[in-house]
């Protein structure tokens, strides 16, 4: 490219230095709250004031940090379910919907299996349940995509509005099994007390966010030292040289997606034994989904670093959320246009991490 | 006769073809040209409270339809920067395009949600042609922007395959280092036709307010209508006048769940209708993919590649 008497290009480096790592995701938040400041400021509201609160409702404070932590914990694991399908360059942008079946089986579960099971097995089989549902639920896309090379990513998003439409028939078409008969009001059946975590003390922690945390330790770790983890990151690089190795690409496309979706659908399952106790059409406003891919790609796909991630992006909302009981109340979608806009930039910047930006003068042949 | 339910309801499909033909000849031309832009959703719904709130502004109805023409422009301009340019991965950059739409068109529409739509555009009297029977309404009961985007996909078929930057488009989704060789820009032809595409998408979000819409909401707005959009493409494989045909199927898919609740005929119950046109796109995607398929449909060889001279 051009610009007058010099020529800008991008060389690519061979190596990065460690700081890019970090100062590409702060680089681009920093330029995330500037979009966010401009439209705040256009709509009449304070960008600093806004912005302060939000930090301080999100992380400054004891309650402020195990709120955050606890709207963390499914992010985590939507965090991971992307991150480890689209490190191996498989698009699942269904974890929205596979979380909510996930919510769907670990309801069934714990409404209907708790009850057998010994005090100690209940939430483990709860949470495995969902696990399996929101596997299920990718089941056909993955299928298509590891059989017959049909693109993932439409058909795993198209089955969000399926999986919202059930949901919604589960809790306000149908008076069925995951309705509580006990209210005329649209609810959620509760499911078995043993089934359920309680929160740490007075917080709104629970758990599970040990879980979500281990899991992301066990997941680096293991697809670090792994056969599997060597054959799948193989299989994302170069699906030619996994097939001269004779790997087996279908097997390994189906897991992978398989297990992104198992994921996705621990997630809402978490969030079943945890706040919710039920199917919770609360869960459908949230987008704990679709925030998990901006995660996933803003840790660069790095299982330790979407629980940083995760960290950052739950105390975004739930500053979000504090923001709205104030004398002039800003929409909680800032919380969600700052997170496009992140992403935007980190995406922009994942560039100059990669390549050195070279500006060089032009020697001007005079009179030629 | 005309008053026929089922008559309507074929009548509002093609109504509701026109954002689905507008939204797919757009990513048409972007993915024409190598670039994937899945930002369809996001660029939909800025579309969609732009002419809301230009609308409710000015009362003017062609400004509420100009003004997200240029929003969704300026949508497709950060993705076209960020994939042709910066060589982000497309796939994730239209994703983050779908997620701040969402988001800014929540945030900028909030003032305003719930009221009822400012202006409205109307169908155009055809006189006795609209009385006909049947094809009266079906296809003479519409706006002008229907009609115009009618003559736009015909228009568009004849600009892909019979004139000479259609064939450059061409050739630049297909083998990007000829185009390049020829001393054509792969870079600008991208860049001109994912704008364009993006131009097409706003329309798209801002028509579907103004004629289809009600009431501000946005989580009542597009509803899944971009997703659609792009399985619509992969349906009329990269082909405009195939997406016509295909828009108004799928126009009817998205239709019929509100016809059976308006005549409140139950057999089964909203919540499962209303996973229809969903799943209808679902179930063509699989008949797609069968290897027989396949080979008819011709997908741009070069689809979310960036082109790097160099590397060659």
């Given at each position: 490219m051009?610009?007058?008497?010099?020529r800008?290009?991008?060389?690519?480096?061979?190596?990065?230095?460690?700081?890019l790592?970090?100062?590409?995701?702060?680089g681009?938040?920093?330029?995330?709250f500037?979009v966010g400041?401009?439209?705040?400021?256009?709509?009449?509201?304070?960008?600093?004031?806004?912005?302060?609160?939000?930090?301080d409702r999100?992380?400054a404070?004891?309650?402020?940090?195990?709120?955050?932590?606890g709207?963390a914990?499914?992010l985590?694991?939507t965090g991971?379910?992307a991150?480890f399908?689209?490190?191996?360059?498989?698009?699942?942008?269904?974890?929205?919907?596979?979380?909510?079946?996930?919510?769907?089986g670990s309801a069934?579960?714990?409404?209907?299996?708790?009850?057998?099971?010994?005090?100690?097995?209940?939430?483990?089989v709860?949470?495995?349940?969902?696990?399996?549902?929101?596997?299920?639920?990718?089941?056909v896309?993955?299928?298509?995509?590891?059989?017959?090379?049909?693109?993932?990513?439409?058909?795993?998003?198209?089955?969000n509005?399926?999986a919202?439409?059930?949901?919604?028939?589960?809790?306000?078409g149908?008076r069925?099994?995951?309705?509580?008969?006990?209210?005329?009001?649209p609810?959620?059946?509760?499911?078995e007390?043993?089934?359920?975590?309680?929160?740490?003390g007075?917080?709104?922690?629970?758990?599970?966010?040990?879980?979500?945390?281990?899991l992301?330790?066990?997941?680096?770790?293991?697809?670090?030292?792994?056969?599997?983890?060597?054959?799948?990151?193989?299989?994302a690089?170069?699906?030619?040289?996994?097939?001269?190795?004779?790997?087996?690409?279908?097997?390994l496309?189906?897991?992978?997606?398989?297990?992104?979706?198992?994921?996705?659908?621990?997630?809402?399952?978490m969030?079943?034994?945890?706040p919710a106790?039920?199917?919770?059409?609360?869960l459908l406003?949230?987008?704990?989904?679709?925030?998990?891919?901006?995660?996933?790609?803003?840790?660069?796909?790095?299982?330790?670093?979407?629980v940083?991630?995760?960290?950052?992006?739950a105390g975004?909302?739930?500053g979000?959320?504090?923001l709205?009981?104030?004398?002039?109340?800003?929409p909680?979608?800032?919380?969600?246009?700052l997170?496009?806009?992140?992403?935007?930039?980190?995406?922009?910047g994942?560039?100059?991490?990669r390549?050195?930006l070279?500006?060089?003068?032009?020697?001007?042949?005079?009179?030629? | 006769?005309?008053?026929?339910?089922?008559?309507?309801?074929?009548?509002?499909?093609?109504?509701?073809a026109?954002?689905?033909?507008?939204?797919t000849?757009?990513?048409?031309?972007?993915?024409?040209?190598?670039?994937?832009?899945?930002?369809?959703e996001?660029?939909?719904?800025?579309?969609?409270?732009?002419?809301?709130?230009?609308?409710?502004?000015t009362?003017?109805?062609?400004?509420?339809l100009?003004?997200p023409?240029?929003?969704?422009a300026?949508?497709?301009?950060?993705?076209?920067?960020?994939s042709?340019?910066l060589?982000?991965?497309?796939?994730?950059?239209g994703?983050?395009?779908?997620?701040?739409?969402?988001?800014?068109?929540q945030?900028i529409?909030k003032?305003?949600?719930?009221?009822?739509r400012?202006?409205v555009?109307?169908?155009?009297?055809?006189g006795?042609?609209?009385?006909?029977?049947?094809?009266?309404p079906?296809?003479?009961?519409?706006d002008?922007?229907?009609y115009l985007t009618?003559?736009?996909?015909?228009?568009?078929?004849?600009y892909?395959?019979?004139?000479?930057?259609?064939?450059i488009?061409?050739a630049?989704g297909?083998?990007?280092?000829?185009?390049?060789a020829?001393?054509?820009?792969?870079?600008?032809?991208?860049f001109?036709?994912?704008?364009?595409?993006?131009?097409?998408?706003?329309?798209?979000?801002?028509?579907f307010?103004?004629?289809?819409?009600?009431?501000?909401?946005?989580a009542?707005?597009?509803?899944?209508?971009?997703w659609?959009?792009?399985a619509?493409v992969?349906?009329?494989?990269?082909?405009?006048?195939r997406?016509?045909?295909?828009?108004?199927?799928f126009?009817?898919?998205?239709?019929?769940?509100?016809?059976?609740?308006?005549?409140?005929?139950?057999?089964?119950?909203?919540?499962i209708v209303?996973?229809?046109p969903?799943?209808?796109?679902?179930?063509?995607?699989v008949?797609l993919?069968?290897?027989?398929?396949?080979?008819?449909?011709?997908?741009?060889?070069?689809?979310?590649?960036?082109f790097?001279?160099?590397?060659?």
């Open positions: 051009n610009v007058g008497n010099w800008v290009d991008l060389e690519p480096r061979l190596t990065s230095p460690k700081w790592y970090a100062a590409v995701p702060i681009s938040l920093f330029c995330a500037i400041g401009v439209f705040l400021a256009f709509t009449g509201h304070s960008p600093i004031g806004t912005f302060a609160l939000l930090i999100g992380f404070s004891t309650r402020g940090i195990t709120n955050t932590l709207t914990t499914p985590i694991c991971l379910a991150a399908a689209f490190r191996m360059n498989l698009f699942n942008i269904g974890e929205e919907g596979q979380m909510y079946l996930g919510m769907i069934w579960a714990g409404i209907a299996l708790a009850g057998y099971l010994p005090g100690f097995a209940a939430v483990p709860v949470l495995l349940t969902g696990a399996c549902t929101g596997a299920l639920w990718v089941l896309p993955a299928v298509l995509r590891a059989k017959m090379g049909t693109s993932e990513i439409v058909s795993t998003l198209l089955l509005y399926v919202l439409n059930l949901v919604n028939y589960f809790i306000f149908s069925g099994f995951f309705r509580d008969p006990t209210t005329s009001f609810q959620g059946r509760v499911i007390a043993s089934a359920r975590l309680s929160s740490f007075s917080t709104r922690t629970y758990p599970t966010v040990i879980i979500a945390v281990g992301a330790v066990g997941l680096y770790w293991f697809m670090k030292r792994s056969n599997y983890g060597y054959e799948t990151s193989v299989l690089d170069s699906p030619n040289t996994a097939r001269y190795a004779g790997m087996n690409a279908t097997k496309t189906l897991s992978v997606l398989l297990f992104s979706g198992a994921l996705a659908g621990l997630a809402g399952a969030y079943v034994v945890g106790g039920k199917v919770d059409p609360g406003q949230v987008g704990f989904g679709y925030a998990g891919i901006v995660v996933a790609a803003l840790a660069r796909y790095n299982f330790m670093a979407v940083l991630t995760a960290i950052l992006f975004l909302r739930e979000g959320a504090s709205q009981i104030s004398t002039n109340p800003v909680i979608s800032i919380a969600v246009v997170q496009g806009a992140v992403l935007l930039f980190a995406l922009g994942e560039v100059f991490r390549n050195r070279r500006v060089r003068r032009v020697q001007q042949t005079v009179g030629a | 006769m005309n008053a026929n339910v089922w008559v309507l309801t074929f009548a509002d499909a093609f109504s509701i026109t954002t689905l033909i507008l939204a000849i757009g990513a048409i031309l972007t993915e024409r040209s190598g670039v994937i832009n899945l930002g369809v996001g660029i939909l719904l800025m579309g969609a409270v732009t002419a809301f709130l230009v609308g409710d502004a009362g003017n109805v062609w400004l509420a100009l003004l023409v240029a929003v969704g300026a949508m497709a301009l950060i993705h076209a920067t960020l042709i340019t060589r982000a991965n497309q796939i994730v950059a994703l983050a395009l779908v997620i701040f739409g969402n988001g800014l068109s945030f529409g003032p305003v949600e719930g009221k009822t400012p202006v555009i109307t169908p155009i009297d055809l006795p042609l609209t009385d006909l029977p049947i094809v009266g079906i296809i003479f009961g519409h002008p922007i229907t009618w003559v736009g996909a015909v228009v568009c078929s004849l892909l395959n019979r004139t000479r930057p259609g064939l488009l061409r630049t297909d083998a990007p280092a000829t185009v390049d020829q001393g054509v820009s792969v870079a600008r032809v991208r001109v036709h994912t704008i364009i595409g993006g131009a097409l998408m706003g329309l798209a979000g801002g028509w307010m103004l004629a289809r819409g009600t009431a501000w909401s946005q009542a707005t597009t509803n899944g209508i971009g659609i959009a792009l619509l992969v349906f009329a494989s990269w082909r405009p006048l997406a016509i045909a295909g828009a108004v199927l126009g009817f898919t998205l239709q019929v769940p509100f016809t059976l609740q308006g005549q409140q005929i139950n057999i089964l119950p909203p919540e209303q996973m229809l969903y799943l209808a796109t679902l179930f063509v995607l008949m993919s069968t290897p027989r398929a396949r080979k008819l449909l011709g997908a741009p060889k070069m689809l979310g590649q960036p790097v001279r160099d590397e060659r």
